[in-house]
C-alpha cells in the first residue's frame, strides 16, 4: 500500500513540475496548480526585481517630541525598506558648546543604530546652525553634500545649508558644481531624487530661490525625470512644478499642533516604490502602522505619552522661571 502511494505523489510532483515549466505566466517562485478556473485575478506578481522601497523621515527637532522619532524607528523595522534616508533636523544643535552637541549626537545616532537597514544624512538648520557645528558635522559624517545610484536611479542629497548664519541660503558655486557633475555622469537614469531640508523653491524675492542656486540646480536636472522632498515648515505640502513633484514633508517628531491632514500636520516618513513608470509615494503616518504585539504597541505609546507630559511640565517650568527671572531683574532697575 505504502508503495504505490508513493509513486502517485511522484506521479504529481512530477505533473506539477511540467505545469509549472510550460506556463508563461506562472513566475519560478510560485508554486501552485493552475486549472481552467483559478480562485486568483492573475499570477503576475508584483515583484519585479527593479522595483525598490525606501522611506523618508523629516522633522525631529525644531521643539522635538519625546520619543516619536524612537516610535518611528520602530515602525520603520516593521515596515523593512531598503534604506531610510532624511531631509534633515535631526538634533536640537543652535549651539557651540562641544558637550551639548555631543550629547545630542550621540542621542541621534544612537536612534538610528536601532534601524536594521542603512540612514542616509542629510543636513538640515538645527544639524548646522553655526560654523562650530559645521565642522563637528564633517567630524562626524564627512561630507554634507553627496550622491549615488541606486537600480539605476540617481539620489542627491544636497545642503541647503552650507552657508551657516547667512541670511540668504546658497547652495555655492562648489556644491552646484558637484551636483552639475553627477548629473551629467548619470544621464541615462531613469530618475533623479533630490533630498534637502528647506524648501528652496519657495525663497527669494521671486518665490522661486533666486539667489540660493536653487533655479541652477533645476536647470541642471532639465530634461530627465526627478521629484524633490524636503522638510523645515513642519507641515505637509505637495506641488507641482514644471512636470515634477515638490514634496515638502511634515514632522517625524518635530515641533507641531498636530491638527491633522488638513493642516497638514501629523507624524510621518514617507514610503517610496521605486518602478520603472516613476515613483509610487505614500505617507505613512506613524499612528497607522501597528506592531504585531499590539500590547507593546500600547506599552511605547504610553510611555511615549508620559515622556511628552513630563517634557512640557519641564518646558512650562522653565519659562515660568525665566518670566520670573526676568521681573526680578526690571525690578531691580527701577530700584535703581
Not at 39 to 68: C, S, Y
Not at 122 to 130: A, R, Y
Not at 204 to 224: C, I, M, N, Q, V
Amino acid at each position: 500500500m505504502k508503495r504505490p502511494m508513493l509513486v502517485l505523489l511522484t506521479l504529481g510532483a512530477l505533473f506539477g513540475t511540467v505545469l509549472l515549466a510550460n506556463s508563461d505566466v506562472l513566475p519560478s517562485l510560485l508554486k501552485v496548480e493552475q486549472q481552467a478556473t483559478n480562485p486568483w485575478t492573475h499570477l503576475n506578481l508584483n515583484n519585479q526585481p527593479k522595483n525598490f522601497q525606501f522611506a523618508i523621515v523629516t522633522d525631529r527637532t525644531g521643539g522635538h517630541r519625546e520619543l516619536v522619532f524612537e516610535k518611528a524607528v520602530r515602525k520603520l523595522n516593521i515596515m523593512q525598506p531598503e534604506f531610510v534616508i532624511s531631509v534633515g533636523d535631526l538634533i536640537e544643535g543652535y549651539t557651540e558648546k562641544p558637550e551639548r552637541m555631543n550629547e545630542e549626537w550621540q542621542q541621534f545616532q544612537g536612534f538610528v543604530k536601532e534601524l536594521k537597514m542603512p540612514f542616509f544624512y542629510v543636513p538640515g538648520n538645527h544639524d548646522i546652525s553655526n560654523q562650530v557645528m559645521k565642522k563637528e558635522w564633517e567630524q562626524r559624517l564627512g561630507r554634507h553634500y553627496y550622491h549615488f545610484v541606486y537600480h539605476d536611479t540617481l539620489f542627491l542629497a544636497v545642503n541647503s545649508e552650507a552657508t551657516p548664519g547667512s541670511k540668504i541660503e546658497k547652495l555655492g558655486d562648489e556644491q552646484l558644481e558637484y551636483f552639475r557633475k553627477a548629473i551629467q555622469e548619470n544621464p541615462q537614469v531613469r530618475w533623479t531624487f533630490v533630498f534637502l531640508h528647506k524648501p528652496l523653491w519657495i525663497y527669494g524675492a521671486d518665490k522661486l530661490g533666486s539667489e540660493t542656486g536653487w533655479p541652477e540646480l533645476e536647470k541642471a536636472l532639465e530634461g530627465r525625470k526627478w521629484t524633490a522632498f524636503c522638510g523645515h515648515e513642519h507641515r505637509y505640502v505637495a506641488i507641482k512644478r514644471n512636470g515634477n513633484d515638490y514634496i515638502q514633508l511634515a514632522t517625524t517628531g518635530g515641533g507641531s499642533r498636530m491638527r491633522g491632514k488638513q493642516f497638514g500636520e501629523f507624524d510621518q516618513f514617507a514610503w517610496v516604490t521605486m518602478t520603472d513608470a516613476g515613483p509610487v509615494i505614500a505617507n505613512v503616518l506613524l499612528d497607522g502602522v501597528v506592531e504585531l504585539d499590539i500590547k507593546d504597541d500600547l506599552d511605547f505609546d504610553t510611555k511615549m505619552n508620559e515622556a511628552q507630559k513630563i517634557q512640557k511640565e519641564q518646558q512650562e517650568a522653565a519659562k515660568k522661571k525665566q518670566e520670573e527671572e526676568k521681573k526680578k531683574k526690571e525690578a531691580e532697575k527701577k530700584a535703581e
